[in-house]
Structure formats: structure tokens, C-alpha cells
């Protein structure tokens, strides 16, 4: 947890609330057994007497085993309140330290430089062409917000086209996710805020649910919380894995930002448009699936035309549930830097164990046989285990289409549009003007 930068204060309270869980899971057997000699006592009583005195024993021990169970309740929710804190393991590959300490996999692509022209950065080329209005929805909605307009919104539509029909082509199946999710789904994924930081979560509460058993609601940060929440509770054959999905949806974020110039325009704001790619394997299939991921990945972005690196990234930049993270950053001349247009997870079983998405071992049907629905649970448990879930950008649309913007703007004010996109777009432009 520490090259993490994680506080150990959490797997330090897990131990101790587990031994202390221990011992009192051993109190209420104890407590149990007692009651239940006293039960006997009450059935086998010869007189009166004898029978009142062990009702009032067993009434003792009922309240004190019922006092005992309350604190055990209260107990396992403070253990998985402190375990939800705990990160996954990292892989012995994943750079260790801050973000300067990512290491460089691959570049694709040259830097563009000046050579003819000054090159504008996206807001200024995406104002220039109304295709953006930031100071109106700042009016509607606040800072950080948004609308997108004429040439602007085709651009986001043909973006999430092409992705979509690109993952579909290599086998991922579509799927139109929730914008809204149960809070406890968020947090099986690992999106629970660090302790002393303020969540980025948008908290969805409305009156109708205060002081009820309702469950909280949260607005999703990924499509990745949906597609990870269509899995829950199931159980597959082996024979069924991988599963792969690209899903849609709006990704909300409460963070602010630093507020920087290289921050301005649509690079952090408070709700975008997301295509995501996420799959669910057997522990021997992730590695191998993380490569499939990257490679589609970098089909996109070669189509698109676009200059970027491949990093693999230090342990201080690695979310909660990711065993290793790829980041994909774009060069983006306006800015003159790089700007992080991607990532690739594997989150091994950190997500699966949370949410219970497992499968059958292939090993059962050589063992039991075929009719597992026959088979007692006892025994079929053995070869019950833990999914893998991996998990890619396939297209932040605002992210993308900065490094668009600033790579193909023309001196003459207009952007070229990359082939590749041309089709989802009325007209079929070869620029936008």
C-alpha cells in the first residue's frame, strides 16, 4: 500500500477487526450452544419450577446472544467500510513512485510542430468555428460545462460511431449503459474516495429516499461502473469467458481542476461523453486480454490520425482496483505537451470479489460431470472462483477531439477531418469550416 501512496491505517484496522470479528463469532457459538442446553433443560423440566426458572434462563441468554449479534452486524460493516479502502495487489512490472516515473512502451506517430503557421489551441479553433459556447452554459449550469453545437456535435457523434462500430467489428457486443448507479456498485469498482480526499462522486439524493432504506444513488464517472455492475452476482462456465462489451454512457466527475491554462476548453470538465471497453475473464486469459485492448486502442488513434505514447504507469498513479494501467497520451500541438486521451486496466478479482462475479472451472465437468444443476452446492463450490475484469477507454470524446482540433487545424482557420470519420458526418466534409 505504500508505494501506492496509500494510508496502511486501513489493513491495519482490517486485521484487528477481524480477530476481534473471530472472537466473536466464537462468543455467539458459545452464547448459542448455552441457550440451546437450556431449551433442553425447558422440554425435559419435571416440575413447574423447574420449568419457569430455565425460561427465565433462556431468556438471558437470548438477550445476550441477541447483543452479541447486533455488534457483530455492526462489526463486519465497519470491516468492509475499512476493506473497501484497500487497493488491489500491483504487478511486479508497474514503475514504482509519482507519475514522472512512467515508462515509455511505444510512440506512434510524430510530434507536429510550427514550421509554416502558429498553431491555436482547441478552444480557440472550436469558438472560431462555433462549435462550442462554454460561457452560456456556465449561465445554465456553471463552470466547467459546456454545449456543444453545429460541427462540435457531429464531431462527438461521429466519435462515439466510429468507436462503437470499430469494438463491434473485433467482437465486443453494444450496450447502452445507466448515467446512474446504486453508491455501492461505484464503490465495488474501487471508486470510493481515499481517506482525506474529497470525493468525486456526484451524490444523487433526492427527499422521497431521506431517512429510508433506500439504497444511495451516485452519477456514474465511467461506463465502466455500469458495464462492471451488468455482471454482478452471475455466475458462468468457463467455456462462456471472455466477455467483452462496449458500452456508452455520460461520465459525471466533481473534480475542479487545477484551473491552469493548459486545463482550459474541454480538457477537464464536469461531464463528457464516454465509450468504454470492458471484459470479464478467467484469471489465465486477462494478460492477454489487456494486449487485445491496447491493440484495438491503438488501431483508433492510428485511424484518427492522431501522434501518441503508450506508458505504463507507476504505482502512484494506479486506481484502487487496477493490477496495472496503461495510459494513452496524445500529442496536442495547441498546448505544445501531451494530454492523456486513454487508459487500459486489468483489475484481476479486486472488482469481481466486490460485485461476485465468478464461473464454473472447466475442471468441474472433468471431475463431477456435466449436470452440475444436480450437483450440491457444497461440492460445486470447490471449483467456483473469481472472474478477472480489464477495462479501456475507447473514446473520452472531449479529450479526443482536442488532440483533432489541434492536429489537423489548417492555417486558413479550418480542420481537416480524418477519413475515418468523414461518413458520420452530414455531407461527408473533408474539413470543418
Not at 9 to 16: A, F, G, N
Not at 17 to 41: C, F, G, I, P, W
Not at 302 to 308: H, P, R, T, V
Request: glycine content about 6%.
Amino acid at each position: 500500500m505504500k508505494i501506492r501512496n496509500y494510508d496502511t491505517e486501513s489493513i491495519e484496522k482490517v486485521k484487528q477487526l477481524y480477530n476481534k470479528m473471530d472472537d466473536l463469532k466464537a462468543t455467539v457459538q458459545e452464547y448459542t450452544e448455552k441457550r440451546d442446553q437450556v431449551n433442553q433443560s425447558i422440554r425435559s423440566a419435571t416440575s413447574k419450577e423447574q420449568r419457569n426458572e430455565a425460561i427465565a434462563q433462556a431468556k438471558t441468554w437470548k438477550d445476550q446472544l441477541k447483543a452479541v449479534e447486533n455488534s457483530l452486524i455492526q462489526l463486519e460493516s465497519e470491516l468492509e467500510f475499512y476493506g473497501l479502502q484497500i487497493p488491489n495487489d500491483t504487478h511486479p512490472d508497474v514503475p514504482i513512485g509519482p507519475e514522472e516515473n512512467a515508462q515509455i512502451v511505444k510512440m506512434v506517430g510524430t510530434p507536429r510542430t510550427p514550421t509554416d503557421f502558429a498553431f491555436k489551441d482547441h478552444l480557440t479553433i472550436a469558438e472560431n468555428l462555433d462549435m462550442v459556447d462554454f460561457e452560456q452554459a456556465s449561465l445554465v449550469s456553471g463552470s466547467k460545462f459546456y454545449y456543444l453545437k453545429n460541427y462540435g456535435a457531429w464531431l462527438e457523434f461521429a466519435l462515439i460511431q466510429y468507436a462503437m462500430h470499430k469494438a463491434a467489428a473485433k467482437g465486443f457486443s453494444p450496450v447502452l449503459a445507466p448515467d446512474m448507479v446504486r453508491t455501492n456498485i461505484a464503490y465495488g469498482c474501487g471508486f470510493q474516495p481515499r481517506k482525506k480526499e474529497a470525493s468525486q462522486i456526484y451524490d444523487v439524493t433526492t427527499q422521497s429516499i431521506l431517512n429510508t432504506t433506500a439504497p444511495n444513488m451516485c452519477l456514474v464517472g465511467t461506463a465502466e461502473i455500469p458495464l462492471a455492475g451488468l455482471f454482478a452476482k452471475k455466475l458462468f462456465k468457463e467455456e462462456e469467458l471472455p466477455k467483452r462489451i462496449v458500452g456508452f454512457s455520460h461520465a459525471f466527475r466533481a473534480e475542479a481542476g487545477h484551473g491552469s491554462a493548459e486545463e482550459r476548453g474541454l480538457y477537464r470538465v464536469h461531464q463528457f461523453s464516454k465509450v468504454e471497453l470492458f471484459c470479464v475473464t478467467s484469471p489465465s486469459q486477462s494478460d492477454g486480454m489487456i494486449d487485445q485492448l491496447m491493440a484495438l486502442q491503438e488501431e483508433m488513434f492510428s485511424d484518427l490520425g492522431l501522434c501518441f505514447r503508450i506508458l505504463n504507469m507507476p504505482t502512484e498513479e494506479l486506481g484502487a482496483s487496477a493490477y496495472r494501467k496503461y495510459d494513452m497520451e496524445a500529442w496536442m500541438p495547441g498546448k505544445n505537451g501531451w494530454g492523456e486521451i486513454s487508459s487500459t486496466s486489468n483489475c484481476t478479482d479486486y472488482q469481481t470479489r466486490r460485485l461476485d462475479i465468478r464461473y464454473l472451472s472447466s475442471d468441474f465437468t472433468e471431475n463431477v460431470g456435466k449436470k452440475d444443476v444436480r450437483v450440491p452446492w457444497h461440492i460445486k463450490e470447490k471449483w467456483v472462483k473469481h472472474c478477472h475484469t480489464l477495462n479501456g477507454t475507447a473514446m473520452a470524446v472531449p479529450r479526443v477531439m482536442i488532440a483533432l482540433l489541434e492536429t489537423h487545424q489548417r492555417e486558413d482557420g479550418t480542420v481537416e477531418v480524418p477519413l475515418a470519420l468523414r461518413k458520420w458526418i452530414p455531407g461527408e466534409p473533408s474539413l470543418l469550416k
